[in-house]
């Protein structure tokens, strides 16, 4: 929770859900305010979209045509509860686009090419002045909601047939079937692993934070001690 690096571009997760579209909003304001090309992209799952913060801010986009692009992840779960259990529509995002004067986008979420092209569109839509996008992505996920739940609520085979669409493999035989040779993609394989365990154990020998900064930017003055 709470990971942010401004210079990146990336400007938070939030333990609230749905906290980061009003801010996905402002940044995106901000991006036409200073004139430059700059798309906000906002991430969420399919549970925020019954969470107000989604209405209003997708509402706001809209009416003032902001480059921002929401990407809900519908993985058909939110903690424990089938979205479909909860809400009135099929699909949580895209069937309430046109409420907002968008688009209904619905997208396969575990084909590359069919997000790819999708994005790139929706970004080139808000460089253009044409106001926000909204992509529903179908997607899964493999295990529970966290290290405590084992997702027994699921149906039995639900997730062996997800498990067939996994983007990593689909991918490779798309490449495979393109001509790339599978010694490339090997080492394409190789290559991300080392990264990831290079930064898995930079991250492990880092020292934690000081215990000075644990007040800083809490509150307004950058401080705690005025409130004692």
Known sequence: MHLTDVRIGAYGSFAIVGAHLPIAVGLSFASRYLGDDAVSVCFFGDGTTNIGAFHESLNLAAVWKLPVVFVCENNLYMEYTPISAVTAVEHPAA????????????????????VYHAASAAYAKARAGAGPSLLECMTYRYSGHSRADPAKYRPEGELDRWKQRDPLPLYRRRLTSMGIPAEVLDGIDAVIRAEIEAASVACKAAPPPPADILFTDVYANGGWAWRN
């Open 95 to 114: 069937d309430r686009a046109a409420a907002y004067g968008l688009e209904r986008i619905v997208l396969d979420g575990n084909d590359a090419d069919v």
